[in-house]
């Protein structure tokens, strides 16, 4: 299974949570080291290229390593064009554009209406693909034909497409460059891309490029899995924070008590998953994935005697950010410092860089008002509403 992961941080409003330095720790090394995937999207931007007309693999380093020349048979190969001096077109990354040019012996009448596609192959294949369409004025002889991006998987199967049909023969007019991206649907992945044109006029054949970004899939996603379940307490949904192997999301809102998340495998191929209800007993169970992907969490109340941490704080303007306030303080328990995660208003930190301080920006919330939580593993969340 190979998926896109993006990482979101959701914040409702919040019946908060329980301890959590055991927590703390999973977050900062999942979230921040080897245990998180990530995908960087690569820009292939054209004005890097020497314009002129080049070869099916010139695009190879950038994971494209070969480009099918297709339809009409005065269709020839890939081109990069220097539009400096060239008026009516609009390339937000000037001067460099990439088309399909033709065989210039191939009049209008022989191949009006007739189809050219270059075939971009990808290696590694790619969770999303975006191209910036070159804009265009509303000047004579400035037009381009019906286009239209096309997506397979790597047993040729479409997965879908993208483009623009103006007209029954092409499109004339005041175009702005336009982004234009596709997502592979879940559980696929895009192996080649058609960009095709049909040419009624004497303009540049294929569709005008700007530049492509590609989001190539990272194989060590594999051991990501979906988990989800519920969370309730004596039979009762709750509002809570989830958290699995560094990804976390609240129960909240329309389906309060479930959750689902995206997570990946810790190095023993397992995932630990905890639950944090205010006024209740913290949740921790390592589970195997097959135990995870359909899992309900029982809270329990907790013990009357545990501790809270001490936490103090001081709120000024924030002269970097109009309408925001700093607020910082310490975290301590009988006058030791703690590796805490604070949150207020959205925002949020770890107290342990050094131990036991913090500082964030945080926007007031509607009444002017900062909502102030302090997690810490082994004792009852701390919460405070401060009127600066």
Known sequence: MKRLVIARILFSSLIMKRSMIVMLIMAVALSFGSGTQTQAAVTINFDNFTPGFYDADFLASYGIPNITIGGAPGARGPRIFDLTGVSGFTAPSAPNILYQYWNEA?????????????????????????????????????????WQATFYDAVGVELGNFGESCNEYYCIGIYPPLVFTFDAPPGTTIAKMRLTSWWYASTLRNINVDDFVLTQVDDDVDNWVTIQGTVTYNGTPLCAMVLANGQYMFSCGENQGTYELDVPLDENGEITLFAFVDGLAPFKQILAPSEALDFDIEMELASPDSKTPTVTSTVVESIDNPGWVEIEGTVSLDGIPLCAMVLANGQYMFSCDPYGEYQLTVPLDPNGEITLFVFVDGLQPYKEIISP
């Open 106 to 146: 191939d009049g209008p009448e022989i191949e009006k209406g007739m189809p050219h596609w270059l075939e971009f192959e990808f290696s590694p294949e790619l969770t999303s693909f975006s191209l910036t369409r070159v804009g265009m004025g509303n000047i004579p002889a400035r037009s381009f034909g019906p």
